[in-house]
């Protein structure tokens, strides 16, 4: 039979129609070669697709099976199947116009009953990804390793009590960097899936995290010791599927790395819906890296209010994107990261045509809010408003306690014999509130 030459047959190139357009295959806001900055839109949103979502999503759930069912799904082992798969991912791509994809090393290439046989089907479609990279442009943003849905891993990979699964685990992500080096790969993640407890009663938490750190080095030494240049990343969740993550959210990642010296050698992926889980909002975590210059790279996606769980859904929310968007400006942006769409369609949502409307919507929404959040910086109002508030920190007493020249003394003497009782002022939330949304809304 005559391999087909196309996998979306309905579907052409998603064009840029404008904010008028009633199409809905076509872009409203993401233009991806409009020029803003010298850069175009396309290099400055770097935006990828989740392999494991996008291409092995079957819209299972706790309760029942897959629903989802590609026609491509189809060959006599399951390595041709990968290889035909990922044809098909490559097709979708190019056709959603987006530059990059990322990948766990099993959803691209099936787990062998040996870790031999793993890596040769590994290295067999790295091969296959490496035309393919090379036939359509489409780059590889990062690579990591599946270290949480094959059973040895229950008990965790690197914070497993058994060394042989430590060792394992080793042997995985060593291939998995080596695959990533190979396809080019700007970045590499470590998401702790299962590094983390269901009980404390069976658990030494001080081992564990020990375990955890010493496993982040040896990746780190070899990593230089094959020269991968890619920017390592933490992807911060606080539970899910473990009851606790040791990388909870951003802030404890940076204690840790820091605990361990290993805060040269590590930045952020921050993932909505991970912020939201850990109670924060999403601009909270791109700010406590950003802080810290540890920014890395963004997992694109939503939870549900209702739900306490990683819904994964595309994100469409304009608001809760221009906040985000306007802290990840102000830090400079990303650098070798991206926005990667960590996002999945909901389980009714059967057809090819789906994966386009999602995302779709979720380039959209990002386009507008950098457009928006680029706006609002460049107007300055909130910035100013918020310098104004410190401004008592710029002269005189106030910068001498900023430069660390003041004590608790001539603080006192400075209260007691000038300053008196300090002139209460307002924070104007709901003012502020009102400003934004004549960003948003005219
Ligand atoms: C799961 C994570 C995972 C990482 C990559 O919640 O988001 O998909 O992004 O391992
Ligand atoms: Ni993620
Ligand atoms: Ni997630």
């Not at 035909?84 to 959803?107: G, N, S």
């Not at 990746?219 to 599927?241: N, R, T, W």
């Not at 959210?249 to 912020?275: M, P, Q």
């Not at 369609?345 to 457009?371: C, N, Q, V």
Request: glycine share 8%.
């Amino acid at each position: 039979m005559k391999k087909p030459t196309t996998h979306f047959p309905k579907i052409k190139s998603i064009a840029y129609e404008g904010p008028g357009s009633a199409n809905a295959l076509a872009f409203r806001h993401y233009n991806p070669v409009e020029l803003v900055d010298g850069k175009t839109m396309e290099q400055h949103m770097r935006f990828s697709v989740a392999y494991w979502h996008a291409f092995r999503g079957t819209g299972s759930d706790p309760f029942g099976l897959g629903t989802i069912v590609r026609p491509w799904e189809k060959g006599k082992d399951a390595v041709s199947v990968a290889k035909v798969r990922m044809d098909a991912a490559f097709e979708f791509f190019q056709k959603i116009r987006a530059p990059f994809y990322c990948f766990h090393d099993r959803d691209i290439a099936p787990e062998g009953a040996t870790l031999a046989q793993s890596n040769k089907n590994l290295a067999a479609i790295v091969a296959h990804a490496k035309s393919l990279q090379k036939a359509t442009g489409v780059k590889l943003l990062w690579g990591t390793a599946n270290l949480f849905s094959n059973p040895r891993y229950m008990c965790g990979a690197s914070t497993n009590p058994d060394a042989h699964v430590f060792a394992y685990a080793a042997a995985q992500v060593k291939s998995a960097i080596d695959a990533t080096k190979e396809l080019g790969g700007e970045n590499y993640v470590f998401w702790g899936g299962r590094e983390g407890y269901e009980t404390l009663l069976n658990t030494n938490l001080k081992r564990e995290q020990d375990h955890l750190a010493a496993f982040l080095h040896l990746a780190v030494d070899y990593a230089k010791s094959i020269g991968f240049k890619g920017q390592f990343l933490i992807e911060p969740k606080p539970k899910e599927p473990t009851k606790h993550q040791y990388d909870f959210d951003v802030a404890s990642g940076i204690a840790f790395l820091r605990t361990y010296g290993l805060e040269k050698y590590f930045k952020f992926n921050i993932e909505t819906n991970h912020a939201t889980l850990a109670g924060h909002t999403f601009q909270h975590e791109i700010e406590v890296a950003a802080s810290q210059h540890m920014l890395g790279s963004i997992d694109a996606n939503a939870g549900d209010e209702l739900l306490g769980w990683d819904t994964d859904q595309f994100n469409t929310n304009v608001k809760e994107l221009t906040l985000a968007m306007t802290s990840i400006l102000k830090a400079g942006g990303l650098g070798t990261g991206g926005f990667n769409f960590d996002a999945k369609l909901r389980r009714p949502s059967i057809d090819p045509e789906d994966l386009f409307h999602a995302h779709i919507g979720g380039m959209d929404a990002y386009a507008l809010a950098f457009k928006l959040a680029r706006r609002i910086i460049a107007d300055g109002k909130f910035d100013s408003f918020v310098a104004d508030r410190y401004a008592s920190f710029d002269t005189g007493f106030g910068q001498d306690i900023a430069s660390g020249k003041a004590n608790f003394k001539s603080l006192e003497k400075l209260v007691l014999t000038k300053l008196g009782e300090p002139t209460p002022r307002s924070g104007k939330q709901e003012y502020l509130e009102n400003l934004l949304n004549t960003y948003l809304h005219g």
